[in-house]
């Protein structure tokens, strides 16, 4: 089938990787852009009017959990690619906590065939085990999975507490092209934790999780990539000291990467008041100053992208008691209007800075097409509205799982239509 001709209309084109914001026009053909200037022709197009609206490279989730294959009665890859379409995403790395792990070749052909034929059209982009079974003993065939299409290399949910693994996988991912994604935490610092330590979890009666848990291992990862020259992400940084440790180290020149969330650049443990266990989440929501710094990780480079860390579950898995609650939110579609309303919004950043972190930042991070609207570049786009309201209704999720504590609460800004390959895969907002 012959793809759409489109023309997006009057829009303020925002591309940070060729530095353009203005009205313009943006002209989609053969699902690449064409065209980006004043005037341009509409014949034989259709036209979608974007005059007072945003038009951007789609963004692209560096982290979430699409549950698919084992676990879909929490998310599969129709519904996961279909919440990310609705969040404005035009490519999604999930991670390999699944069930089968995705620690092999035929693993990760599932789940790239599966979301080539029975997805909305979002990119998904594989990210293997770094570990067999995520056990943290065995290194993962990692070359295969290369082959096969993973993207980079994690044992997310388990962080690899054996620093010699740790050290053999980064060269490995390094000679096949790619890098660890890691989730730095101390498990025997965490012990029975649930929440942030400090004054909230010493009211509500709760075992608190010091931030020690989180650095330590930030600590551990830089100095080892330090030592092997190698490169390494950080997934889901959640404290200032976290974020010192990054900004030192690029400092002293390790290929060192991190992210944040719009959870915790969004939310503090005060949330967790009344125990709401929608606020269940690993790492914890972190203190004020915590949320404070990571804003300014981002404002300042030390952070490199925002990502979801998209983590559904099913409704009986939530509303139970905080202390068993499983942790995680359910990101794609609260993604943008909290990232806007606390960064831009607040003063914090532009709008292109936010979609530079959201977009042209993790696919150049990753190595992966997207993130321009370059003539001849893939047409992924996203349409939005910066200054529309939002209310957060988690019972309208796209997502199986509508675990999120921004539930009622109400965001600027609104993703109004996703494209990816030049066609509309989401148009809710227009």
Not at 38 to 45: F, K, N, R, T
Request: proline share 4%.
């Amino acid at each position: 089938m012959k793809d759409e001709r489109i023309l997006i209309r009057g829009g303020h084109v925002i591309d940070p990787a060729s530095d353009v914001s203005a009205v313009l026009d943006v002209l989609i053909e053969d699902g690449k852009i064409a065209a980006v200037g004043e005037g341009l022709s509409a014949e034989g197009a259709r036209v979608i009017n974007a005059a007072g609206r945003v038009v951007a490279p789609g963004f692209i989730d560096m982290h979430c959990h699409l549950r698919d294959p084992g676990l879909e009665y929490k998310e599969d890859i129709i519904s996961g690619t279909r919440a990310a379409a609705r969040g404005g995403f035009t490519g999604v790395c999930c991670m390999p906590n699944t069930k089968p792990v995705n620690d092999s070749a035929a693993v990760t052909r599932y789940i790239i065939e599966k979301a080539e034929t029975k997805g909305s059209g979002v990119h998904v982009y594989p990210v293997g085990a770094v570990s067999k079974g995520l056990e943290g003993v065995e290194m993962a065939e990692i070359g295969r999975m290369r082959a096969a299409g993973i993207v980079a290399i994690s044992d997310d949910g388990r962080p690899v507490t054996n620093s010699n693994l740790m050290r053999l996988a980064m060269q490995y991912a390094d000679h096949f092209g790619i890098f660890i994604m890691s989730h730095s935490e101390d498990r025997n610092l965490v012990g029975d934790g649930v929440m942030n330590e400090g004054y909230m979890s010493t009211k509500l009666g709760l075992p608190g999780i010091t931030r020690a848990a989180e650095e330590v291992m930030v600590a551990r990862d830089i100095l080892v990539a330090e030592a092997e020259g190698k490169r390494i992400h950080l997934c889901h940084l959640s404290t200032r000291g976290g974020v010192q440790l990054v900004r030192e180290a690029k400092a002293r020149g390790v290929r060192v990467t991190a992210e944040t969330t719009p959870h915790y650049i969004g939310a503090t443990d005060a949330w967790v008041e009344g125990y709401d266990s929608r606020c269940r989440v690993n790492p914890p929501l972190r203190e004020e100053e915590d949320r404070l710094a990571c804003i300014q990780g981002l404002v300042d480079g030390t952070l490199d992208a925002i990502a979801t860390d998209h983590a559904p579950h099913h409704e009986d898995e939530k509303r139970v008691e905080f202390h068993i609650a499983a942790s995680g939110i359910s990101g794609f579609e609260t993604a943008f209007c909290v990232s806007y309303t606390e960064l831009v919004k607040k003063g914090y950043m532009t709008l292109e800075r936010l979609i530079a972190l959201m977009s042209t930042q993790p696919a150049k991070l990753l190595g992966v097409s997207g993130g321009s609207l370059a003539v001849g570049a893939p047409a992924d786009v996203v349409i939005l509205d910066p200054e529309k309201e939002v209310t957060v209704d988690a019972s309208a999720f796209k997502s199986k799982g509508h675990n999120t504590p921004f539930d009622g609460r109400t965001y600027t800004g609104a993703v109004c239509a996703t494209l990816v390959g030049g066609r509309v895969i989401d148009e809710e907002g227009l």
